[in-house]
């Protein structure tokens, strides 16, 4: 098992909590986090005869729990958000329950109702850089907490092709092109056939993949909603359906744009990600040579980086907010990290191993637009070294930054 860099917080949350949700995409390893915490009976509701009891009496179930319990795939069984809230309300123990859940607790409207307040949510995502490296720290804060940017130790080998190609789900991790391929057509249809069925009453399973392979294409891009309901020929308010479920089972996710103004970035473009770019690989019918000579390499590296960061973000203490940048005039910054007191660090993505100061325009434009509230600007290449162009902008290798400890 490779360990987890969220699981200390796992730890903090059962100390002071009677519930946690561990929600994020199938197949990122929930189960197995959880069940390598000891003290904790399991019950899974993938199994018939829990599922049945659940549906039919969540009030029975919970009441003969005895101890410490896991509950995995609890969006299956919605009543049971109720009846575990009244049991919680009785005795507030911490860390009674240990929930799981390919699906947003936002997408189940009885668990933010009947828990809030006491229950806290922990998005597990496919296996991050560091994990797979078996590096700790964060970098999120690593770019808010180090004035000068040094980087123990040299640069490792970084390849953004075989990174995007590979993507981070644990099992197929290490397995052969066609054996990843197979895995991932088979995640997709178990996905769209089961956990959109859980949470929906839609059934659409050809639509679905054949929007996620759109959105694929479009990865980075701003998410122009009339041009994609052209482009996939679904009635526009149908496709709203369809990206809120595609967010809810952890396929799709939107960075929102960064303003000033908060109320804006509820309004104004986000960009696409999809959570998993091994999984955009897949449905574009890529492998690792052909992102390398495509012309999709730059807008998947930036995908991949700013899930990387969405991961870094969950165990960091800065914790901060991610969006994306783009001014009246069309000029723009790839990400926009928000930290605590309204700090900023900017980064730009390039898939190059050589830049120049121009590359770094949309950072100097930021810093002069922010002041002091921009705390660094870093562009990430794939160079060897790290290259000053301000006193806060900094060209930096991406395996330099993920691999430092």
């Known amino acids: 098992m490779i360990p987890r860099l969220i699981a200390p917080r796992l730890g903090d949350a059962l100390a002071d909590r009677p519930v946690v949700l561990v929600t994020g995409p199938r197949q990122s ?33 919970v009441a003969g729990v005895r101890e410490p319990t896991v509950i995995d795939e609890v969006q299956r069984a919605p009543g049971l958000f109720r009846a575990i809230k009244a049991s919680v309300d009785r005795d507030r123990t911490p860390g009674r329950f240990i929930l799981t859940g390919s699906t947003s607790a936002m997408a189940v409207p009885q668990a933010s109702e009947a828990l ?9 995502w496919p296996l991050s850089f560091r994990e797979v490296a078996g590096t700790s720290g964060s970098v999120c804060d690593m770019l808010f907490d180090n004035e000068d940017l040094r980087l123990p130790g040299g640069p490792a080998v970084f390849d953004p092709a075989v990174a995007i190609a590979t993507g981070g789900y644990p099992e197929p991790l290490r397995w052969s092109d066609r054996r990843r391929d197979a895995w991932f057509r088979d995640y997709v249809q178990t996905v769209c056939h089961r956990d959109v069925t859980d949470i929906s009453d839609i059934v659409a399973t050809t639509a679905l993949p054949r929007l996620l392979a759109l959105l694929a ?57 999809l959570v998993d770019t091994g999984l955009a690989s897949h449905l ?27 991961k870094d973000a969950g165990w960091s203490r800065s914790h901060p907010g991610i969006h994306h940048y783009r001014d009246e005039t069309g000029r723009e910054v790839d990400i926009v990290l928000e930290g605590t007191g309204g700090r900023i660090v900017g980064i730009e993505v390039k898939a190059s191993a ?52």
Do not use: C
């Not at 980075?220 to 089972?249: C, F, H, K, W």
């Open 29 to 61: 390893g929930k189960t197995t986090l959880v069940r390598s915490i000891p003290g904790y009976a399991y019950i899974t509701l993938d199994a018939t005869a829990p599922l049945d009891a659940a549906r039919r009496d969540p009030e029975g179930l």
């Open 116 to 124: 809030a307040g006491r229950m806290e949510i922990i998005t597990l």
């Open 217 to 273: 294409s479009r990865a980075s891009g701003l998410l122009n909603m009339a041009d994609v309901s052209r482009a996939v020929e679904i009635p526009y308010a149908t496709l709203n359906r369809y990206l809120a479920l595609l967010q809810a089972v952890s396929l799709v996710a939107l960075t929102p744009r960064w303003s000033n103004n908060i109320g804006l970035r509820t309004v104004k473009a986000p960009k696409i990600a």
């Open 284 to 310: 574009l019918r890529l492998d690792a040579d052909q992102v390398r000579s495509g012309t999709l390499l730059g807008p998947l590296l930036e995908n991949l980086i700013v899930m990387e960061l969405r």
């Open 354 to 405: 050589s830049v120049t100061s121009r590359d770094a325009a949309g950072l100097r434009m930021l810093s002069e637009r922010l002041g002091n509230r921009f705390h660094r600007g870093v562009l990430l290449y794939t160079g060897e070294v790290v290259v000053p162009f301000a006193a806060n902008i900094h060209a930096v290798p991406y395996g330099a930054l993920w691999s430092s400890g």
